[in-house]
């Protein structure tokens, strides 16, 4: 089980910080990732951790404001969202994987974990 906390309302060019842990079983060695959906939009990739740590990637649009990162001890997946823009407005979404090749994990069809979204508002 997958559960994302810390969305909330914030200002343009403010910070929030979502966290996912995750119960039931271990995900240290799985690729967790972030997705965020916008109303009438398709469902886009983040940011993604690696299984094992040993690369991180994101989305175009969020790189160098946004940092994913992953607490084994802790079984959680961290998202630190700095300088947020309007267009970050979305519900996002914390997934799980272990069966990922590099070439898909920007595919939300290769996570087989889903937790439930917590909403980021970002106003102008």
């Known amino acids: 089980q997958l559960q994302a906390c810390g969305g909330g309302l914030v200002q343009a060019g403010g910070s929030l910080r979502l966290s996912c842990a995750a119960s039931g079983r271990t995900f240290s060695n799985a690729d967790m990732a972030w997705f965020r959906q916008a109303p009438g939009k398709e469902r886009e990739f983040v940011a993604s951790s690696r299984r094992g740590g040993s690369s991180s990637h994101y989305l175009e649009s969020v790189k160098g404001r946004f940092t994913v990162s992953r607490d084994k001890a802790k079984n959680t997946i961290y998202l630190q969202m700095n300088s947020l823009k309007t267009e970050d407005t979305a519900l996002y979404f914390c997934?799980?994987?272990?069966?990922?090749?590099?070439?898909?994990?920007?595919?939300?069809?290769?996570?087989?974990?889903w937790g439930r979204g917590t909403q980021v508002t970002v106003s102008s």
């Open positions: 997934a799980a994987g272990t069966t990922l090749i590099l070439s898909s994990i920007r595919n939300p069809q290769g996570y087989p974990y």
